[in-house]
């Protein structure tokens, strides 16, 4: 994940500095207007991912990597999870909720037929984020997905790709509400 950083860090850990003017404190209003905002936190579960788990935290990892306006954490035990991820005997898909929420299925007919695991789950991954696919598509697009072949292992998302979930994901951080994509994404 890019290191996040608190732009005024000063600013910040002083909740309130005060001056004295005319033998009265006034508090001093920090700048938090360049102040980059958290995160936000989604959480998965891959209890059910079956042999993809490593594939699936790798994805994760990509995506922690590659944004900062959302972080993919395991879910703790007993903790529902914003994201779901299952291992079956299909074709890789997605089935968004809303953004951020849904279920991955990492299907074994796409795997057997040759395809990347990491590219795999970083794409579904990509689907949850609120992206769409981009068929045809050359392997530096992520949400190429299969049309990019077998031969393609690239797992991370381009800077389209990544602008485009920072600015969902930015935006739902300051109330603004991002498009949601509710729909079954078979790849």
Known sequence: MHVRTLAGGLAAA??????LTGGQAV????DTAGAPLA?????????????????VDRGAAIWNESVDAVELRPAAAGQRANIRVLADNGWPR?????????TVYIGRQAVDQGYDTVRISAHEL???????DIKPGP??????GSTAGTACTNPYPN???KAEVEGDFGGALVGQAPAVRAELIVD
Request: proline share 6%.
């Open 126 to 132: 990509g689907h949850i984020l609120g992206l769409p």
């Open 14 to 19: 002083v909740v309130v500095s005060l001056s």
């Open 27 to 30: 508090a001093a209003s920090p």
């Open 159 to 161: 800077a389209a790709e």
């Open 39 to 55: 995160a936000r936190v989604l959480t998965y579960d891959a209890g059910g991912s079956a042999e993809f788990r490593s594939a």
């Open 139 to 144: 392997c530096s697009s992520l949400m190429s």
């Open 94 to 102: 997605a089935l968004p909720t809303t953004l951020g929420n849904g």
